[in-house]
Nanobody, 127 residues
């Protein structure tokens, strides 16, 4: 099991940027495909972005394509989510998730695909 801790959330004006970090302990992230999800008040948790174990393959929700970028630094055991051109509708608690896999190129998009979750970090975008 891997323990995940998100950081970097906060309050930002529309059009601004934030970079979220997800640090791992207990198991090296290099053995995991990773994902970012978010949950807004009164809504279900939804997929945001995913990255393969090698970092060579990524995918994004349509709502964030072209604005968000997922990356990883396996040497630092950390995954990032760079969020640019933020909109009020991006306001949510953001969660990172990990799934152990032997496949270096596979990516996952479903909540049930991931076995380890962080506690989340709040992102609030004001208009």
């Amino acid at each position: 099991q891997v323990q995940l801790v998100e950081s970097g959330g906060g309050l930002v004006q529309a059009g601004g940027s934030l970079r979220l970090s997800c640090a791992a302990s207990g198991r090296t992230l290099s053995s995991c495909a990773m994902g970012w999800f978010r949950q807004a008040p009164g809504k279900e948790r939804e997929f945001v972005a995913t990255i393969s174990k090698s970092g060579g393959k990524t995918d994004y929700a349509d709502s964030v394509k072209g604005r968000f970028s997922i990356s990883r630094d396996n040497a630092k055991n950390t995954v990032y989510l760079q969020m640019n051109s933020l909109k009020p509708e991006d306001t949510a608690v953001y969660y990172c998730a990990a799934r152990t896999t032997i496949n270096i190129a596979i990516i996952f998009r479903g909540i049930s695909d991931f076995g380890s979750w962080g506690q989340g970090t709040q992102v609030t975008v004001s208009s």
